[in-house]
């Protein structure tokens, strides 16, 4: 992979600059994505910000780098203790709001995981949930009241955003803006209501709370990923990354929690992904054009397809969703896929012949140097895409009277492998297969954990249809083999 192995430049919200990523350890990725708030199905505009993270994540991968990737999952959050408090009896005891809150977000995690694996989104390697780090949160808590950056009012705990000179480096505020001593306790709110914002909740009636130094109460989503991300990946980050709407409060909030405890700066480059939108208009119930994945798979769409729809156009970019949109991306699937079954029957007859300087080799060569030129040229995906193209229609003009010799055969397929290691979208044969049945034995996992039995079955029917036989073994892993 040496050819490949360079330098990947990425763009940083905090300079506004694409720079080069230079990891904190040497080929090593350190990698925090926020991961979803389990209360409902993820529709696509959420499923474009991991797929756009997957494609980050193999991008390093394939050009030679380790990459450690934590995605939280935020199991305490107002929209999940609004969803599924409500049908409680008001005199329920805190265990049984914590149970019901519980079953609700187990049962979307598990959902949430089974997408992933459809899409072939590459399990993160920590998926911590929130709830089981609240001693962290407490603990960071109490640091910031230490140094002067918490205050306590009425049992809940906010950030003085006027002790960090930072604060608004991400989101390009003006200080001058901020309303100092105001403070907010909702998670989110716009940017033209810049406040200290909420740490740590105290209790209301009807809500599922936690012991702690300042009463009863529960953590603010932003200090939620400060307290994981420090504790799984430390001091020093590589890449923190979201959709552009985390930029502010949530991710400018992390900053604030994070550095105020650190005193130095924690991410080094904060990347984030564009917004979809559904022909040509903003995604929303109300206007019939909200769409979760399964929405789309009952209309027959293959989910890599969506894949390839997403992946295809620049993460920076407003991408506009259509069906007309999704059935050019499978149109450009079959192309690639039919090219990769014709070269794979290549290589009997002896090559040739090629006009000096135009034979496949020089080709495969141009179309390599361009396709990773562009990827590591903050993930540009059209571009790398079209070397791929041009190469294939090369090969396809000479279809007839010209053969590749084998071993032209076999780089030209080594580079359709390691293409597709980013797009996961035209695989070999077994390995796409083995990559599918690692995802669904890994939702399957999560459904029985979440005791979501219909869930699970369901994948089990689905590992079934690729006659695979799940093993559940006895130390409590989970194999598989052929049936
Ligand atoms: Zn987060």
Same mark, same amino acid.
């Given at each position: 992979m040496d050819k490949t192995r360079r330098t990947l430049s990425l763009f940083n919200t905090l300079t506004r600059r694409v720079e080069p990523v230079v990891p904190v350890v040497a080929d090593q990725i350190s990698l925090y994505t926020c991961g979803p708030t389990v209360y409902n199905y993820?529709?696509?505009?959420?499923?474009?910000?991991?797929?756009?993270?997957?494609? +980050?994540?193999?991008?390093?991968?394939?050009?030679?780098?380790?990459?450690?990737?934590? #995605?939280? *999952?935020?199991?305490?959050?107002?929209k999940i203790i609004r969803d599924s408090q409500t049908a409680l009896p008001a005199d329920a005891t805190n265990e049984v709001r914590h149970g019901a809150m519980k079953a609700l977000t187990d049962r979307f995690t598990a959902i949430f995981l089974e997408d992933l694996a459809a899409l072939r989104v590459q399990p993160a390697d920590l998926l911590p949930r929130a709830t089981a780090y609240v001693p962290q949160m407490i603990r960071l808590i109490q640091d910031l009241e230490a140094r002067g950056l918490a205050y306590v009012r009425e049992g809940s705990v906010y950030y003085r955003i006027a002790g960090l000179p930072q604060y608004g480096c991400l989101a390009h505020l003006d200080r001058e803006g901020m309303q100092a001593g105001a403070s907010v306790d909702a998670d989110e709110y716009e940017r033209d209501s810049v406040t200290d914002f909420v740490l740590w909740k105290a209790t209301k009636a009807g809500e599922p709370w936690w012991d702690s130094p300042w009463g009863q109460g529960r953590p603010g989503w932003h200090?939620?990923?400060?307290? #994981?991300? +420090?504790?799984?990946?430390?001091?020093?980050?590589? *890449?923190?990354?979201?959709?552009?709407?985390? *930029?502010? =409060?949530?991710?400018?909030?992390? *900053?604030?929690?994070?550095?105020?405890?650190?005193?130095h700066r924690w991410v080094n480059h904060w990347v984030h992904g564009e917004f979809l939108m559904v022909e040509g208009q903003k995604m929303a119930k109300s206007l019939g054009n909200f769409f979760?994945?399964?929405? +789309?798979?009952?209309?027959?769409?293959? =989910?890599?397809?969506?894949?390839?729809?997403?992946?295809?156009?620049?993460?920076?970019?407003?991408?506009?969703?259509?069906?007309?949109?999704?059935? %050019?991306?499978?149109?450009?699937?079959? /192309?690639?896929?039919a090219f990769r079954t014709r070269i794979e029957g290549e290589g009997?007859?002896?090559?040739? =012949? !090629? %006009?000096?300087?135009?034979? =496949?080799?020089?080709?495969?060569?141009?179309?390599?140097e361009a396709f990773w030129a562009a990827m590591a040229d903050d993930l540009n995906t059209p571009e790398a895409l079209a070397a791929l193209f041009t190469l294939i229609s090369d090969l396809n003009a000479q279809d007839d009277h010209v053969a590749l010799t084998r071993e032209e055969r076999d780089a030209v397929l080594a580079f359709l492998d390691e293409t597709d290691r980013i797009f996961a979208a035209w695989p070999h044969e077994t390995a796409s297969l083995d990559a599918e049945v690692e995802a669904l034995i890994e939702a399957r996992r999560a459904a029985k954990?979440?005791?979501? !039995?219909a869930e699970a079955d369901r994948v089990r029917d689905q590992l079934k249809a690729l006659g695979i036989i799940p093993e559940d073994r006895k130390d409590g892993t989970v194999g !598989? /083999? /052929?049936?």
């Open positions: 993820a529709h696509i505009g959420n499923l474009r910000t991991f797929l756009f993270q997957d494609l +980050l994540k193999r991008t390093f991968q394939a050009t030679g780098y380790g990459v450690r990737h934590c #995605m939280n *999952i935020t199991d305490v959050e107002d200090i939620e990923c400060s307290a #994981m991300g +420090l504790e799984l990946l430390g001091e020093r980050v590589d *890449i923190h990354s979201g959709g552009v709407d985390l *930029i502010f =409060p949530h991710h400018e909030n992390e *900053i604030a929690q994070s550095e105020g405890c650190l005193g979760t994945l399964r929405d +789309l798979v009952d209309k027959g769409v293959d =989910p890599i397809a969506l894949r390839y729809a997403i992946q295809s156009n620049h993460y920076r970019k407003v991408l506009n969703f259509s069906f007309e949109g999704l059935r %050019a991306a499978e149109n450009s699937l079959k /192309r690639i896929r009997q007859a002896g090559g040739g =012949p !090629w %006009a000096e300087g135009s034979n =496949p080799a020089d080709r495969l060569d141009q179309a390599r954990a979440a005791r979501n !039995w !598989w /083999r /052929r049936g």
